[in-house]
């Protein structure tokens, strides 16, 4: 495993916010309410944390002008990240 690789696992690991937000997008495409209803985390700590691995490359949206009903996924990188969580 390369550094950065090794820096974005350490990165989504210091957080559990962040954690718990690419473990929530993991099998579908969400809306930030399904995630903070279904983390119990607070809205600001999701949004937060969707912008935080939005600029790592680790979540996308796909309708990022929208003002409303922005759709989040995880990209290939955050999946590989989120399988080798438990690895370090």
């Known amino acids: 495993m390369d550094l950065k690789y090794i820096n974005l696992i350490s990165y989504v690991k210091r957080s559990e916010h962040r954690t718990k937000v690419l473990k929530n997008l993991e099998k579908e495409i969400k809306f930030p ?15 937060r ?13 796909l309708n ?17 990240v989120l399988n080798n969580l438990d690895s370090l």
């Open 64 to 80: 990022e002008n929208e003002k409303q009903g922005r759709l989040y996924e995880i990209t290939g990188l955050g999946k590989k």
């Open 49 to 61: 944390a969707l912008k935080e691995l939005k600029s790592k490359k680790l979540v996308h949206c």
């Open 33 to 47: 309410r399904d995630i903070f209803n279904q983390t119990r985390l607070q809205r600001s700590d999701v949004s």
